[in-house]
């Protein structure tokens, strides 16, 4: 498929957002985050998603008639995911809201806040509402069967895990820049989440890289029958061919994918080791510059998700 940037854009800075949202809501709820580290997670959060949002409706023929993907709720992941994305914007505010209290008093902004019976209703519904957003927005890929590298089973997985993971160590960064003491657990849980990424995603090129599950013959209605080209089905490129069967060198391929692996999990494993070893080192700068590479890495692994997937329209041509 053609790799459109708008929709990578819509994905890895979304999918940290919802990550972002759900660490801060875990954290709020286990009463084990200042107010003011809250209430910042919670405004970047909504930043990110929102810019991945907007930037998706750049890849839409007609942007002003997004608003009608709402109503097909029903039946389309992607409106389900605009649903979802707007309750959880909604959620966000009040969960921000719930914090700002402890902001607003200057004695207790530096303590960790500890919710009312409602705030701890809307964390968990923040929590709940984050992870849907990322899953929506995975199905939209993964219930599309005639794309065989997208309906693969460990897409949703891997969106979780990318924004959980990414959610994470920006959460991380932001917490030690504003003066806060995140050690070993952090980074020994994005150590193994790194490493959990890195096997989820070894195992879905594995998968991709086997022969599409259908041959010529079955694409032009001959199926069991052994189908050759005489002569292309077009003289010229043509819409199917430029969007839905992208070419990418698999030497290329082969590059970026390791590129993506250093980026999203050898790099990060490199920055936690520091902070697990050195007891008064500053954790901030490790911590944010694991997090730029991790974003870094899920780009150019998003990038490959859509370049590397192959409509079984392209076995006709």
């Not at 082969?254 to 990060?268: D, E, I, S, T, W």
């Not at 920055?271 to 150019?300: E, I, K, R």
Request: include cysteine.
């Amino acid at each position: 498929m053609h790799p459109a940037l708008s929709v990578i854009f819509f994905t890895t800075l979304s999918g940290a957002g919802y990550g972002l949202l759900f660490w801060a809501a875990w954290h709020a709820l286990a009463g084990a985050s200042a107010a003011r580290t809250l209430l910042v997670s919670i405004a970047i959060a909504i930043v990110l998603s929102t810019i991945g949002l907007l930037s998706s409706m750049l890849h839409l023929g007609k942007p002003a008639r997004a608003w009608r993907a709402f109503s097909q709720w029903r039946t389309s992941w992607l409106s389900r995911e605009g649903v979802a994305a707007m309750a959880t914007f909604g959620v966000a505010l009040l969960l921000g809201a719930a914090a700002l209290p402890g902001m607003l008093d200057a004695d207790a902004a530096g303590m960790f806040v500890h919710l009312n019976i409602v705030g701890m209703g809307v964390a968990v519904l923040a929590l709940i509402a984050a992870l849907a957003t990322v899953y929506c927005t995975a199905m939209i890929y993964a219930s599309l069967k005639p794309i065989p590298a997208w309906g693969n089973r460990l897409v949703p997985r891997v969106y979780v895990l990318f924004a959980l993971f990414t959610g994470g160590l920006l959460f991380c960064a932001i917490a030690t820049l504003l003066g806060r003491d995140v050690r070993n657990v952090a980074a020994i849980l994005a150590v193994i989440a790194a490493i959990l990424l890195w096997d989820q995603k070894r195992r879905y090129w594995r998968d991709i890289d086997a022969p599409l599950p259908a041959t010529r013959g079955d694409a032009i209605g001959l199926p069991q029958r052994t189908a050759t080209v005489f002569e292309r089905p077009h003289t010229e490129a043509n819409y199917l061919t430029k969007e839905m069967g992208f070419v990418v060198a698999r030497k290329h391929a082969k590059a970026l994918r390791r590129l993506a692996v250093v980026l999203f999990a050898v790099l990060p494993i490199v920055l936690m080791l520091p902070v697990l070893c050195l007891v008064h080192l500053d954790a901030a700068p490790w911590y944010t510059a694991a997090a730029l590479c991790a974003l870094a890495g899920a780009f150019v692994e998003r990038w490959l998700f859509f370049a590397e997937a192959k409509h079984m329209v392209t076995l006709y041509y």
